[in-house]
């Protein structure tokens, strides 16, 4: 199959790119990794065409009303990037880094990951670009509202189901679910996951994606005959994926030598008690000023000597600037996109273990098909049952993957990608294209 390999230069920009081809674009990134997949699979290439297309992007001007009675125009995305396999689904994130490309990769990654863990849903992402940090609850209530309002026509239970992401949360999805059902006339809790348990949230969900890099964290020290017990973690990033992660992992017998989030970065070899700082950083939302261990920089948390280096804050972490600097044996990569294609094959040739995001962090998605399954039938499960059901998921994608990279002979990325394309790949041609 015909890749086009040329080396990127300002005349050799693809149809869809706007901006031009960088290591830390993270469609571009994420585009890297799948050609690399795509061409082990040998896709025919019209599948290849469609694969590399999203299927929907949209985007939409948020007005809101401030406190100050001032109007702000706001930006937001909404991309649904392949929904061959079932209804699209992805979060939705608040930040002032969002942008087209962004969400484009983000729901691109969404389509391979919920093909990796083998879920019935395609992959989309929405996102607005704003500091939630600096809006009061009002007007993140009405930016909230009428984004929800701007993309409603793709929004719904069969056809596309958001959950949170970066600075979104329970209670954004709880207005995400109360717009959409103000729209149509009647609840449906069926449109948004990560909600409050209260309103039809998944028992589970909050800790699932944390939960699932610790499944899959354990199950890479088990294949290269590392002992749980003991082994040294370093987390970037204290949020929900991070501080939950840190927890299980120490509640498996690990030593959390290192936290970091946006404001600070924290080192203790003598392991963090990581139940004090989730309570400190509660209680003043950072930490900064944490009392115990010694203040570090985000880099040097990066470059620690653990075992695992867990990064789950944002993307573009791991580059070729950083990259020969790590001495982890493993990188469980909570984030999405955390490290870039060009760093991966520094990684490769230090020998370092990458559980890929795609895999790493599909626990989250897995439990937000189990609240999608149980608000769908009304009936809902104990939390040990979404977690054995989670656990099942986590195990059987992770030995998936690792046994198309024993038979590839690639690492644990390539792999991965290369199961989700074939799954989609799969149903796309027993579709057949709809004329
Ligand atoms: P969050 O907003 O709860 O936490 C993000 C954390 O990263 C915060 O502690 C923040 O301070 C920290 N951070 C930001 N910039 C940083 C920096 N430069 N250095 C160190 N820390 C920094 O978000 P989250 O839900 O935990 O998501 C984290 C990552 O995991 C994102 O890439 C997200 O897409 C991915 N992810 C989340 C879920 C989920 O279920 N929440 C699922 C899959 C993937």
Redesign the pocket.
Same mark, same amino acid.
């Given at each position: 199959m015909a890749i086009d390999r040329r080396t990127p230069t300002n005349t050799i920009v693809g149809r869809d790119k706007e901006t031009f081809l960088n290591e830390e674009n993270p469609f571009e990134a994420m585009m890297l990794r799948f050609d690399k997949a795509a061409e082990l699979l040998n896709l025919e290439p019209g599948l290849y065409r469609v694969l590399r297309h999203p299927e929907k992007q949209i985007i939409v001007s948020v007005p809101v009303m401030k406190d100050n009675g001032e109007v702000e125009v706001y930006t937001g995305y909404r991309v649904l990037y392949n929904t061959s396999r079932g209804p699209a689904k992805g +979060?939705i994130?608040f930040d002032l880094q969002v942008t087209l490309e962004e969400v484009k990769a983000?729901a691109a990654w969404m389509t391979w990951k919920c093909a990796v863990v083998n879920i019935p849903f395609g992959g989309a992402k929405g996102g607005v670009v704003c500091d939630p940090h600096s809006m009061s609850i009002g007007e993140l209530e009405r930016l909230t509202r009428r984004y929800t309002a701007g993309i409603i026509q793709v929004l719904g239970p069969d056809s596309d189901v958001p959950?949170?992401?970066?600075?979104t949360n329970e209670r954004v999805m709880a207005w995400i679910m109360d717009t959409y059902s103000m729209h149509v006339g009647h609840t449906v809790t069926a449109v948004v996951t990560?909600k409050p348990v209260e309103m039809g949230g998944s028992l589970g969900r909050r800790e699932?994606?944390g939960r699932g890099c610790m499944i899959v964290t354990k199950q890479a020290l088990e294949h290269l005959g590392m002992p749980v017990a003991g082994t040294t973690v370093a987390v970037?990033?204290? +949020?929900?994926?991070?501080s939950v992660a840190a927890r299980l992992l120490q509640a498996e017998g690990c030593r959390v030598i290192a936290i970091?989030?946006?404001?600070a970065?924290i080192h203790d070899a003598d392991g963090i008690d990581i139940d004090s700082a989730i309570a400190y950083s509660g209680e003043h939302g950072t930490l900064a000023g944490y009392p115990m261990g010694t203040v570090i920089s985000?880099a040097d948390l990066l470059a620690l000597d653990a075992d695992v280096l867990l990064p789950?804050?944002?993307?573009n972490v791991i580059t070729t600037r950083n990259a020969a600097s790590i001495r982890a044996r493993i990188i469980c990569e909570?984030?999405?996109g955390p490290t870039t294609a060009a760093a991966d094959s520094i990684l490769d040739e230090n020998g370092i273990f990458v559980i890929p995001d795609i895999l790493a962090?599909a626990g989250?998605?897995t439990v937000s098909y189990f609240e999608w399954v149980q608000d769908r039938g009304g009936y809902f499960w104990t939390e040990q049952l979404v977690n054995d059901r989670l656990g099942e998921i986590m195990v059987n994608s992770f030995q998936a993957v690792l046994d198309l990279s024993k038979e590839h002979k690639v690492n644990m990325r390539t792999a991965a990608y290369m199961l989700a394309i074939s799954r989609v790949a799969t149903v796309h041609r027993l579709r057949g294209v709809y004329a």
């Open positions: +979060g994130r983000l959950a949170p992401d970066v600075n990560g699932a994606t970037m990033g204290f +949020g929900n994926v991070g970091s989030d946006r404001s970065a985000g789950a804050a944002l993307e909570g984030a999405n962090n989250g998605v």
